[in-house]
């Protein structure tokens, strides 16, 4: 930069010709130096060097008059600012004699009245007619052009501190470590001596130190009030900045002590304001006084911005997490956040060697209470069982809410299984006092289940497993009438490893396709033609031959294994339901029919998985029946009543399969989009035979007139209770006397070979 144009507009040219004139003609040119907006001055070489001549307005920029200057050799010397003193008497040497490039260099003075002012010297050093080097030069007064670069460069890293704060609350949501890191940025610009942050207590009435000056305050009280008689209290009460100019002469509000002790002489305050509610306030503070300009102000909101910003993420995260590993319910932890517990619980305990446990506790006949008193009932109480169990456990134990009425509980530090039982025992003392709900008292029992674990480092423990373990436990106490706790022993290990055996062979078995399907024909009872075929899944294991369903679709649930083994069965079976389509184009198309688990018709995806099938497959919806159990209606979950809808108006039909084996399950059917029943055939093979069952049978067939829902019987038999079904009005059946399940090349010989109706007893033939 052109250093000797600054500030006042001269050219360079110019200045340079006005030296030449001033050095060769002195005295003519008095007029115009006095006009001039700058210093025109000669003066001997050296620190000591006698000043010659000075214009009129040094004593308007620095408060002494030419006649001072000229009297006192040493005044200028003396004027100098003591940071920049070194610096500018690096000029006063020989070396520049008769160089008119000298570059200027400016400095600070200090004026008559104790202010300080820039100074821009531009100058050349020539010998007179004597021989002695003097200085011919021209002093620009250049404090505001400083001031101004000043506050570029200050502003400039006040913008730098608000970006690199940005960048790390963007990096690291740890509120704590950002707001330590915020006050450390805040340091680093010019004038702030020291920064804090103070949080509101939630009482709302005082503020106390989270951030900044802690390791300076030591002993000091680290509290302040959040109302109008302090500083930062006013901020949050006002919502505006508050700036305090001088400490020692404030007014307003008492000092804080935890600044005292810092020698704080100003502070800027301002709140750190979240959407609902301020957070608390940034300040920064100075030792000298009247330190903080608007410009301040808003690089210090900029900050508390950004600490809002980051400090509300913070929270909506943790509020998220919350809900995540907690039940909305009873606010007690989730199953999730019960197997993170465990598995920390496991790896502690393979170091110290003392055993854990588990309690899977599930209460009994709760849904007696759902369905005599209603769900909101159902949730009253186990609202009030969670506080209940919390009571009856040690310090440090956690009971979670696996969902519906289990419950898991971890007892960590074990001494031996005993421990646990007395533990177990503890619980269930939980349930001997009546719960009142809805004004009446009632009283209700628990089976508990419990699992005790002595894992190593050689033997670490899996906490799946040994939930599982305690879930086999409380269902031995179920089977064992209830009411009662039941320790994990070794029969049920060793049915539990041969769970672990076939779940592991299954999925094997996935991988090499050996499972398949087998149909079995339904059968219109009205004319005995085949209207469609139920897919049956059979595992053809390699060493224990053909297995049934039954042998391995419950590891499959508990597993999970069953959603992408449901998902191979609808599509195989579609394309193969398409095939037979094909051989009989002048034929009605056959209905479809498959079976959905529980698991299935939980996840929130089937009803798209199920549309994916058909897309790929080009099977209409029509033609696929979807059979699900009772257990789906009568939990009557959201997901599942919504995954049924949704499937019904995409044009599937749902059936409900063992019809009749559920508990009250009548009341559900206007619940959900069904479209038919099916019989369980604990019912079909007592027809005729027992009066009673035979009753049911007829009382399910009307009520499912009356709803328009089709009928369906399975495991029919005989002739007698296929007469039977017909006299009743049943609409299809499925069973043996018709057909057992076939593999799909006996089933196209059977439509191909001309055999699509059944041969018995029906009219015509």
Not at 6 to 26: C, H, I, T, Y
Not at 87 to 116: C, F, H, I, N, W
Request: proline share 4%; charged share 30%.
């Amino acid at each position: 930069m052109e250093r000797g144009s600054a500030d006042r507009g001269w050219p360079k040219k110019q200045v340079n010709e006005f030296l030449d004139q001033l050095s060769s003609a002195g005295a003519d040119y008095r007029r115009l130096v006095e006009r001039l907006p700058a210093i025109i001055y000669t003066a001997e070489l050296g620190e000591h060097g006698r000043w010659r001549y000075v214009s009129p307005q040094v004593e308007e920029i620095l408060g002494y008059s030419p006649e001072d200057w000229i009297g006192d050799p040493e005044l200028w010397a003396r004027l100098l600012h003591p940071e920049d003193r070194e610096r500018a008497l690096e000029q006063e040497t020989r070396k520049s004699l008769g160089d008119r490039t000298t570059p200027p260099v400016d400095y600070r003075m200090v004026t008559r009245s104790g202010d300080t002012v820039w100074i821009l010297d531009e100058a050349v050093l020539e010998a007179d007619e004597d021989g002695v080097p003097v200085w011919h030069g021209v002093l620009y007064d250049i404090t505001e052009r400083k001031m101004a670069e000043q506050e570029l460069k200050r502003a400039a890293g006040q913008q730098a501190t608000v970006a690199r704060l940005g960048e790390r609350a963007l990096r690291d949501g740890d509120s704590d470590a950002l707001m330590d890191e915020a006050v450390s940025l805040m340091t680093d610009n010019d004038g702030v001596d020291a920064a804090c942050i103070w949080e509101i207590e939630r009482d709302g009435r005082r503020l106390h130190l989270r951030a900044g000056l802690k390791g300076q305050v030591i002993g000091a009280d680290d509290r302040v009030s959040a109302a109008r008689n302090s500083h930062a209290g006013a901020a949050i009460e006002s919502g505006l900045h508050v700036i305090v100019d001088d400490w020692s002469n404030e007014q307003r509000f008492s000092m804080p002590p935890a600044l005292r002790m810092v020698g704080v002489r100003s502070s800027l305050a301002v709140v750190i304001e979240g959407k609902d509610e301020a957070f608390g306030v940034l300040d920064i503070h100075s030792t000298e006084a009247s330190r903080f300009t608007p410009p301040d102000v808003h690089f210090v909101q900029a900050s508390a911005n950004v600490l809002a910003d980051a400090i509300e993420r913070r929270q909506a995260d943790e509020a998220l997490r919350y809900r995540v590993l907690h039940d909305s319910l009873t606010g007690l932890p989730n199953r999730l956040s019960f197997v993170d517990s465990l598995g920390d619980a496991l790896q502690r305990a393979t170091v110290s060697g003392t055993p854990v446990g588990t309690l899977f506790l599930d209460l009994d006949h709760f849904k007696l209470i759902n369905d005599s008193l209603g769900h909101h009932m159902g949730d009253e109480l186990l609202r009030a069982i969670a506080p209940r169990l919390r009571s009856h456990l040690r310090p440090g134990d956690i009971v979670a809410r696996f969902g519906g009425d289990e419950f898991g509980i971890l007892v960590d530090r074990l001494a031996d299984e005993d421990e646990a039982m007395a533990i177990a025992d503890r619980v269930a003392a939980a349930f001997s006092e009546p719960y009142v709900l809805g004004g009446a008292e009632h009283f209700i029992t628990a089976s508990i289940g419990i699992a005790v674990a002595r894992p190593s480092t050689g033997e670490p423990a899996d906490p799946d497993m040994l939930i599982r373990n305690s879930d086999a436990a409380m269902y031995r106490a179920k089977e064992k009438g209830r009411a009662r706790c039941e320790l994990f022993d070794a029969e049920m290990r060793a049915r539990a490893l041969q769970r672990l055996d076939v779940e592991r062979e299954l999925r094997k078995g996935l991988e090499r396709s050996e499972l398949s399907l087998n149909y079995q024909p339904v059968v219109s009872l009205a004319s005995g033609e085949i209207t469609g075929l139920e897919a049956l899944v059979r595992w053809d294991h390699p060493t224990r031959g053909r297995l049934d369903p039954a042998d391995f679709i419950a590891v499959a649930e508990e597993s999970g294994l069953i959603e992408p083994i449901g998902i191979r069965v609808q599509e195989t079976a579609c394309r193969q339901i398409i095939e037979w389509h094909e051989q009989r184009p002048d034929r009605r198309p056959l209905d479809l029919s498959v079976n959905l688990s529980a698991r299935q018709v939980s996840h929130r995806d089937l009803a798209a998985q199920v549309a994916e099938v058909l897309a790929r497959t080009g099977l209409d919806p029509v033609h696929l029946r979807l059979e699900i159990t009772e257990s789906v209606v009568v939990k009557e979950s959201a997901i599942a009543r919504a995954t049924l809808e949704a499937l019904s108006e995409m044009g599937v039909r749902l059936v409900l399969d063992d019809f009749g084996t559920g508990y009250s399950s009548l009341a559900y059917l206007n619940r959900f989009p069904l479209d038919a029943l099916k019989i369980d055939r604990s019912f079909v093979e007592a027809l005729g035979v027992e009066q009673e069952r035979t009753a049911i049978v007829e009382a399910i067939i009307a009520m499912a007139r009356a709803l328009s829902l089709d009928v369906i019987a399975e495991g029919v038999e005989n002739e007698a209770q296929l007469s039977e079904l017909r006299r009743l009005g049943c609409d299809y059946g499925q069973g043996h006397l018709f057909s057992r399940a076939l593999p799909p090349e006996k089933v196209s010989s059977l439509l191909a070979e001309g055999f699509p109706r059944y041969s018995g007893i029906f009219p015509g033939t």
